[in-house]
T-cell receptor, first 113, second 116 residues
Framework: ETGVTQTPRHLVMGMTNKKSLKCEQH?????MYWYKQSAKKPLELMFV???????ENNSVPSRFSPECPNSSHLFLHLHTLQPEDSALYLC????????????FGPGTRLTVL | GNSVTQMEGPVTLSEEAFLTINCTYT??????LFWYVQYPGEGLQLLLK?????DKGSNKGFEATYRKETTSFHLEKGSVQVSDSAVYFC???????????????FGQGTILTVHP
């Protein structure tokens, strides 16, 4: 499998649930990103991991908890979310210090009831 | 700070029409500029990019020229197809000093619908 993959593609959860989003990149990149895409708002950068170290947390509430166990995998752990957290969550990766191009996965469509 | 402004959509065209989607930016430093496209139900795909002034990015018949004097990166295509219907995002990256990663700043996106 090539590129950036995300699972699940769709997720419906209640406000008291705990779930995780998974991202895997097969491109040999060393930086990974989480973005949030809400209706009628520009894409928002949430977290950046470079060389498996979190280097950016863009004022994201603590109910979102990222994890990067290795350079190929990135998780976003979710707990006690709010309905306004419903959005498309996109993962991206890039090879830093060589190119500025980020490659995106297909996203996880999250609905919080 | 950095920002990207795109023309508001939606844009509706007939097949084979000429397309222009305007994009202007403000940035501290020297950005790289991108156009990404998002087809229905999918993630973002890089369409084209330009890394310095006067560079022209091109792909699949789309073109955009990095204009530093007007801080613009307008997307054009001479003859659109129904399959070009998607959301188009203009974006920029400015590397902060000392960092090894880039932070993309996106415009709000422009919905393009092409009718047969």
């Amino acid at each position: 499998e090539t590129g950036v993959t995300q699972t699940p593609r769709h997720l419906v959860m209640g406000m008291t649930n705990k779930k995780s989003l998974k991202c895997e990149q097969h491109l040999g990149h060393n930086a990974m990103y989480w973005y949030k895409q809400s209706a009628k708002k520009p894409l928002e950068l949430m977290f950046v991991y470079s060389l498996e170290e979190r280097v950016e947390n863009n004022s994201v509430p603590s109910r979102f908890s990222p994890e990067c166990p290795n350079s190929s995998h990135l998780f976003l752990h979710l707990h006690t979310l709010q309905p306004e957290d419903s959005a498309l969550y996109l993962c991206a990766s890039s090879q830093e210090e060589r190119t500025d191009t980020q490659y995106f996965g297909p996203g996880t469509r999250l609905t919080v009831l | 700070g950095n920002s990207v402004t795109q023309m508001e959509g939606p844009v509706t065209l007939s097949e084979e029409a000429f397309l222009t989607i305007n994009c202007t930016y403000t940035a501290t430093g020297y950005p790289s500029l991108f156009w990404y496209v998002q087809y229905p139900g999918e993630g973002l795909q890089l369409l084209l990019k330009a890394t310095k002034a006067d560079d022209k990015g091109s792909n699949k018949g789309f073109e955009a020229t990095y204009r530093k004097e007007t801080t613009s990166f307008h997307l054009e295509k001479g003859s659109v197809q129904v399959s070009d219907s998607a959301v188009y995002f203009c974006a920029l990256i400015v590397r902060a000093g000392g960092t090894s990663y880039g932070k993309l700043t996106f415009g709000q996106g422009t919905i393009l619908t092409v009718h047969p």
